[in-house]
């Protein structure tokens, strides 16, 4: 499969606690970008990695979200004291490249639920 | 502040005859469009894009209209076919200095009626 992978698809947590959601993109893409939807609302962008480095993580809500892709290619969105309103599907979608124009290519997302 | 809207949340339409779907945005900056659709439990799949050099960019069923004086876009399916059935976002991105991230609508659910 050379796809977007996202794992887990499925994520329940309690207030409070620390989670890691993990995106393996298409292989040979560079650019990788973390999204969250919330029900009835279009994909919002949170962060944007050309290879190892967060080119604009001007997204990311607040400081308990953080996210690395060490090596280029899996990346790991961590959300630290996790709240009820961060329940959504986070989808990560990676690209050829950031600097050229092109589709992304979407995973299937992880619906994380916070209760 | 939502700068891509799509005000139909939902459409119906009769297998055969054509769809059309809206999306405007208020940023003059973005200058690449596109349209996503997405089945439940699925990411978004890409389905057609356009440059603003561009008014018009046709895929088979698939046609897709700018008009930046306006700032609108449409896509439209012709002849809908029951797996049509889905939601679609238009998405819009403002230059590759920003990395090309997108910004989503809230999308438009098609139900095509067979």
């Known amino acids: 499969g050379a796809g977007v992978s996202q794992t887990p698809s499925n994520k329940v947590t309690e207030k409070g606690k620390y989670v890691e959601l993990r995106c393996d993109p298409i292989?040979?893409?560079?650019?990788l970008y973390w999204y969250r939807q919330s029900l009835g609302q279009g994909p919002e962008f949170l962060i944007y990695f050309q290879g190892t480095g967060a080119a604009d993580d001007s997204g990311l809500p607040n400081d308990r979200f953080f996210a690395v892709r060490p090596e280029g290619s899996v990346s790991t969105l961590k959300i630290q004291r996790t709240e009820r309103g961060d329940s959504a599907v986070y989808l990560c979608?990676?690209?050829?490249?950031?600097?050229?124009?092109?589709?992304?290519?979407f995973g299937p997302g992880t619906r994380l639920t916070v209760l | 502040d939502q700068q891509v809207k799509q005000n139909s949340p939902s459409l119906s339409v009769q297998e055969g005859r054509i769809s059309i779907l809206n999306c405007d945005y208020t940023n003059s900056m973005f200058d690449y469009f596109l349209w996503y659709k997405k089945y439940p439990a699925e990411g978004p799949t890409f389905l057609i894009s356009?440059?603003?050099?561009?008014d018009k960019n046709e895929d088979g069923r698939f046609t897709v209209f700018l008009n930046k004086s306006a700032k609108h876009l449409s896509l439209h399916i012709v002849p809908s076919q029951p797996g049509d059935s889905a939601v679609y976002f238009c998405?819009?991105?403002?230059?590759?200095?920003?990395?090309?991230?997108?910004?989503f609508g809230t999308g438009t659910s098609l139900t095509v009626i067979p």
């Open positions: 356009i440059s603003s050099i561009k």
């Open positions: 998405a819009a991105s403002a230059g590759l200095n920003t990395g090309n991230q997108f910004y």
């Open positions: 292989s040979g893409h560079t650019a």
């Open positions: 979608a990676s690209s050829v490249s950031g600097r050229a124009r092109g589709e992304q290519f």
